[in-house]
């Protein structure tokens, strides 16, 4: 009985810190989901969205290809090791890694800025031969790529809180880029000749404001940074060699996107924007589900695993899988079945069509069938990487970018854009089964009987959940116009098909959702 009440109070623990961070990134994925409406009003699916889009995707690729969550597990599983040696070990540590990443960070922002021309032709091919489109993403692109330094510093002040399981600030930050970028929308934007340009600056603005915030919360935890120089310290070459591998390993997803991305540019006008609108609705589930869960997961594995708690780290893990596994099949259903009228609620109106909502809700429901594939690749590469396992997710990664490429040169010629979409979510799809393979032959089965049981409850939870997303249209038609009456139409079906799907659950004998829980 000991036992298992450790477990569920773990359990319980875990889901409070998805929790903490699923609702701050709510908070800001629901700005991101506003900043998007005023581009879109402000840009539409134009030429000039197209080229903005494409010269944001530069910074925030390598920002999340090398500082966000490729930081975040290089740095969390070493800080356990320093902070077992105390604290100031720990903070000698992070001063040499900041000293390490402002260095290089200065160096790769200068030649990016220097050689965007020859970056932004790798990125943007079909651009090339467009002068407008090229032109302008190509300003663009320089005006915006120092924000890569800038969310990058601040990307390692996010993985140092995440270690000391302060999750708040580190995902409430990026709601901070979301408010500066409205505030570029709604007041520079008409003050400026081109309002992709005033974007631009609503970019820059959101990175130094998501910095500043951090070091009042790091002072709290007894860090002030002062960076050093010691790139032979043995804490940093083992950040190195977990770094490298991992650069690959943590982003295969975003890597598929790009590779998505760049096919578009040679397709017409609107394929990228369609991609990228899409690509930011299927986000916000990842992020309040997968990334939450990964985020919470990491601090805890490494320092059960550091200890050697073995038993420990897998039953976390199997609570982790199940959980994310209950909330995103349901959220997976209801996105494919809802793509076109979320689409059209958010953001049909100005220069932002009726046809270009349609294309887009398209590539939203290819990028829905891969949603929990998404997720668990997530949480399955934060397993390996907590063990300082980073050659394996690295391996799969690299197999599931070269099956994205194969089937995106496929799809893309009977399907355009939404062929390279669903590539995405095939390919990752295969990066989750060999990284499952991986673990289940590494710790053993990973599901046990109980677990099972309840994925299975929610599967069939989901049938219901179906009925009514099916007949809700039928009985209420979605209205052509009234913003108020279409959010009001997609907060009740919503909320009705999540009302069946948690009454079904409980009939199934799913009671741990419902249940409170002890401290």
Not at 174 to 196: D, Q, Y
Not at 290 to 309: D, F, K, Q, V
Request: hydrophobic residues 55%.
């Amino acid at each position: 009985m000991g036992i298992e009440s450790a477990k569920s109070n773990q359990g319980s623990k875990l889901l409070r810190a998805a929790t903490t961070v699923g609702s701050w990134t709510m908070l800001s994925r629901v700005l991101g989901f506003v900043r998007d409406i005023f581009i879109a009003r402000l840009l539409g699916a134009s030429p000039l969205a197209d080229a903005f889009f494409v010269a944001l995707k530069l910074p925030n690729f390598f920002r999340r290809m090398f500082a966000e969550g490729t930081l975040t597990v290089a740095l969390v599983p070493v800080l356990a090791e320093e902070r077992k040696k105390g604290e100031d070990a720990a903070h000698a540590y992070l001063n040499a890694l900041a000293g390490l990443l402002l260095a290089a960070l200065l160096t790769f922002t200068i030649l990016g800025m220097i050689f965007m021309p020859w970056l932004l032709f790798a990125f943007a091919p079909g651009f090339y031969d467009e002068p407008d489109r090229w032109l302008q993403a190509l300003a663009l692109a320089r005006l915006m790529f120092p924000y890569l330094a800038l969310i990058s510093l601040t990307a390692m002040a996010w993985a140092v809180l995440n270690a000391y399981k302060k999750f708040a600030i580190a995902a409430a930050s990026p709601a901070l880029l979301n408010l500066a970028i409205l505030f570029a929308a709604i007041v520079l934007a008409p003050l400026h000749h081109n309002p992709a340009e005033a974007l631009a600056v609503g970019v820059l603005l959101g990175g130094c404001l998501q910095l500043a915030i951090q070091f009042p919360a790091l002072k709290r935890i007894g860090w002030i940074p002062k960076p050093s120089w010691r790139p032979k310290m043995p804490a940093i070459s083992q950040t190195m060699l977990l770094f490298g591998p991992a650069v690959l390993g943590i982003a295969a997803v975003q890597i598929n996107i790009l590779v998505g991305t760049i096919l578009a540019t040679l397709l017409p006008t609107g394929a990228v924007s369609y991609l990228y609108y899409a690509d930011r609705i299927v986000q916000l589930p990842l992020a309040l589900f997968g990334i939450a869960i990964g985020t919470a997961l990491l601090p805890t594995l490494a320092e059960h695993l550091s200890n050697h708690r073995m038993q420990a780290a897998k039953d976390d893990l199997r609570q982790g899988l199940t959980w994310l596994t209950w909330i995103t099949l349901p959220a997976t259903v209801g996105l494919l079945y809802l793509a076109e009228p979320i689409v059209r609620t958010l953001f049909e109106q100005g220069k932002f069509t009726a046809q270009d909502a349609s294309n887009t809700a398209y590539a939203l429901q290819a990028y829905t069938v891969g949603l929990i594939a998404f997720c668990w690749a997530r949480v399955l590469s934060t397993a390996c990487f907590a063990g300082k396992d980073a050659k394996a997710p690295m391996k799969f990664a690299a197999y599931s970018v070269l099956m994205n490429i194969i089937l995106s040169i496929i799809l893309m010629q009977s399907m355009a854009y939404v062929g390279l979409a669903l590539a995405t979510a095939l390919a990752s799809f295969f990066n989750v089964l060999l990284l499952w393979r991986h673990l289940h032959c590494k710790q053993g089965a990973i599901f046990n009987s109980s677990s099972a049981k309840r994925i299975a409850a929610a599967a069939l939870a989901c049938l219901p959940m179906l009925a009514v997303l099916y007949y809700t249209p039928l009985l209420w038609v979605f209205p052509e116009t009234g913003k108020m009456m279409q959010f009001l139409w997609l907060c009740m079906t919503i909320s009705a098909a999540m009302l069946v799907f948690f009454c079904t659950a409980w009939l199934f004998g799913e009671r741990k959702l419902f249940q409170r829980k002890s401290a």
